[in-house]
């Protein structure tokens, strides 16, 4: 068996540079998944079946949850590898950055709830007062 030469590392920097449609890079990976790959999809575009636009808002960026909140198939897993062009370089730098949206993310999970009841509170209130005034 011949010896598997390393992948080509890529920093985000340089993939946020190709964000165009004619020069469109993802980086769509994590942990749980082998760790974050880039991939150049520029001649994919065409052929996505959800259409070039949604492919173009996260080109030049970690597109990862995008990717997965989706709901990707398999099939989709094997066409996305054929266009694998490398890995995303963790340097401390990003391991750091990736750290750190985590945590707000993480932070920010919980508002979510507080946010409905609120609103939930508003709408009440204004039911009970339109009640009172107009029906009462």
Request: aromatic share 8%.
């Amino acid at each position: 068996m011949a010896p598997q030469t390393p992948e080509k590392e890529y920093t985000m920097e340089e993939v946020a540079k190709h964000n165009k449609a004619d020069d469109c890079w993802l980086v769509i990976g994590n942990a749980n998944t082998g760790g974050p790959k880039v991939y150049d999809v520029s001649s994919y575009l065409d052929d996505h079946p959800g259409g070039a636009e949604v492919m173009l808002d996260v080109s030049g960026q970690d597109a990862d949850e995008f990717f997965e909140d989706i709901g990707h198939s398999n099939d989709a897993r094997e066409e996305l590898a054929k266009h694998c062009i490398g890995v995303l370089k963790l340097d401390e730098a990003e391991l750091e950055r990736r750290r750190l949206e985590a945590e707000k993310k993480k932070a920010g999970g919980g508002g979510g709830s507080m946010g409905v009841i609120a609103v939930i509170g508003v709408v009440v209130a204004v039911g009970y007062f339109y009640y009172k005034n107009n029906l009462a």
